[in-house]
Nanobody, 118 residues
Framework: QVQLVDSGGGLVQFGEHLRLSCVAS????????MGWFRQAPGRQRELVATITKGGVANYADSVEGRFTISRDAAQNAAYLQMNSLTIEDTAVYSC????????????WGQGTQVTVSP
């Protein structure tokens, strides 16, 4: 089994920043892509950012240029630097990790709340 712990959420004001962390542990055979989804009340779940094993990042249009995803292979961790936060960024952010050599499984963190106030 693989456990993911995502953290770093909180309450910030408009325009401020936060850094989310996602650390994987357990039976990690091959850690592939990692990333974050977010979901706000009444809205569809949105893929925010992903990063491949090789470090290629992709972002939702809504966060492009403001968010930066990175990873530390030695720590089995990924990070999401979120700058210039807006009220629309308020959501529960959940990290995921794709693990496996032949059969790939997706594991999830418990989610962390990000709240941006006016």
């Amino acid at each position: 089994q693989v456990q993911l712990v995502d953290s770093g959420g909180g309450l910030v004001q408009f325009g401020e920043h936060l850094r989310l962390s996602c650390v994987a542990s357990g039976n990690i055979v091959s850690l592939r892509a990692m990333g974050w989804f977010r979901q706000a009340p009444g809205r569809q779940r949105e893929l925010v950012a992903t990063i491949t094993k090789g470090g290629v990042a992709n972002y939702a249009d809504s966060v492009e240029g403001r968010f930066t995803i990175s990873r530390d292979a030695a720590q089995n961790a990924a990070y999401l630097q979120m700058n210039s936060l807006t009220i629309e960024d308020t959501a529960v952010y959940s990290c995921y990790a794709d693990v496996g050599a032949e059969m790939i499984q997706r594991f999830w963190g418990q989610g962390t709340q990000v709240t941006v106030s006016p």
